[in-house]
């Protein structure tokens, strides 16, 4: 039981890792010259973008927003 709460745990890391990184990265590409006259859907997938070539990181596509 104990190894199927760790499983649950990690997870709930892994995905806070990763939205802490995709948070990260948006505040990255928003401060660089990159953003200028760009639009937040275009800096996100920027930052998407980056986030796979630089840390191998998928970051999931946010559905109905």
Known sequence: MAQDS????????QDTQMEIS???EI???TASG?????SQD?????????LKEEQGIE??????S
């Not at 990159?34 to 760009?38: D, N, Q, T, Y």
């Not at 970051?59 to 109905?64: A, C, I, Q, S």
């Open 6 to 13: 760790a499983t649950g745990w990690e997870k709930v890391w």
């Open 22 to 24: 995709y948070r990260l």
């Open 27 to 29: 505040t990255n590409v």
């Open 34 to 38: 990159w953003s200028l006259g760009r």
């Open 42 to 50: 275009e800096i996100e997938k920027e930052a998407r973008r980056r």
């Open 59 to 64: 970051y999931p596509v946010k559905r109905g």
